[in-house]
């Protein structure tokens, strides 16, 4: 049996259960639902083979070749889905809700699975992802400069019963030149899209969430334009912590990060760092001096901070200062100050 569904109920229905992305592994792997499994109907040779074919001879051409690709691996088709199902409800999609998802509904259909097609394919769901962008969201930005811990602050508040959004974590980098080190981002734009679409759309706009200060890049990878446009327009509530702390919290976090990389990371700001001091922090890199180094690094991002906080609105900046680097504390600082200010308004 086979039904198919609008987006948003797929999305709703398939909660719990099992969703099969039957397109070709490229397609599968440039963006997918979050949590879909690939059953790909064709490989990427085949589905070349039958796009050329249909181009130059015709749909029939094409629609025999494709049986001649899926007849010898139905069995295989049936048994992978077994083994991967959660129930006897299966959701399944392609790129437009066409012929490879109907083609499979069919085939496990026979097995006695309900086969649950989403109408409109993954095209429709990147519509929808799209669209979820343009929902306003009451956004609290948590600033403060470079090594303030601000996304273990992001994760204590969420423990607080906060909303966040974690965007580095779902972009796989941590945002300055040093943040894809020993994580390589491998993540594509379209599912970073996919990932950040889905957690916006959970998000009770009545409530605060809060993001962390981020420049619209990430790494390779970019926030949105619609929702680029909310951050930049919502209040920033800033941490202040001395240098020597945030120096010494530096100091852990790289110090066992591959110096190779640390050297690359180094070289790439060279332009904005400055010749001496970028020979001065490979040196300091070269001796194990992580202090020194961290030392030259922290005004280098501290000025281009100041610089970001200085181009919003002054109205919308609020500060406050911490003695310590333990992210509990400062979550309960952060989250108490927001509401005796935000109670003010």
Request: charged letters at 25%; glycine letters at 8%; proline letters at 3%.
């Amino acid at each position: 049996m086979t039904t198919k569904l609008k987006i948003s109920d797929f999305l709703e229905q398939s909660i719990g259960h099992t969703v099969f992305d039957v397109r070709s592994p490229k397609e599968f792997e440039k963006g997918h639902i979050p949590g879909a499994i690939n059953l790909p109907l064709f490989s990427d040779a085949e589905r070349a083979e039958i796009g050329t074919l249909y181009k130059q001879k015709g749909r029939e051409k094409a629609m025999l070749r494709g049986l001649e690709f899926v007849g010898p691996q139905m069995r295989g088709f049936v048994e992978k889905a077994r083994t991967q199902c959660k129930s006897d409800r299966v959701f399944l999609h392609c790129w437009r809700g066409g012929q490879r998802s109907e083609s499979m509904a069919w085939l496990l259909g026979f097995t006695g699975l309900h086969c649950f097609v989403l109408e409109g394919g993954y095209k429709a769901f990147r519509h929808f992802i799209r669209e979820c962008f343009s929902d306003q969201k009451k956004i609290a930005i948590l600033g403060g400069m470079t090594g303030t811990g601000k996304t273990d602050i992001l994760l204590e508040l969420e423990k607080l019963g906060e909303q966040i959004i974690d965007l580095e974590d779902l972009a796989q980098h941590k945002g300055s030149a040093f943040g894809g080190i020993e994580v390589p981002q491998t993540r594509t734009q379209e599912h970073f899209e996919n990932l950040l679409g889905l957690a916006w759309r959970t998000i009770d706009p009545e409530k605060t969430l809060w993001l962390e200060d981020e420049s619209q890049r990430i790494g390779n990878l970019h926030i949105p334009a619609e929702v680029w446009q909310q951050m930049k327009s919502s209040p920033v509530f800033a941490l202040e912590m001395p240098a020597a702390l945030r120096r010494e919290r530096l100091i852990i976090e790289y110090a066992d990060l591959d110096l190779a990389e640390l050297k690359t990371a180094t070289n790439r700001i060279q332009r904005r760092l400055g010749g001496l001091a970028t020979k001065q922090t490979l040196e300091a890199l070269n001796s194990g001096d992580m202090a020194q180094a961290c030392a030259i690094l922290l005004p280098y991002y501290d000025k281009f901070y100041l610089q970001g906080l200085q181009r919003r609105d002054e109205k919308q900046v609020w500060q406050t200062s911490t003695a310590t680097v333990d992210p509990c504390v400062n979550a309960t600082l952060m989250r108490d100050f927001y509401y005796k200010k935000i109670d003010k308004f």
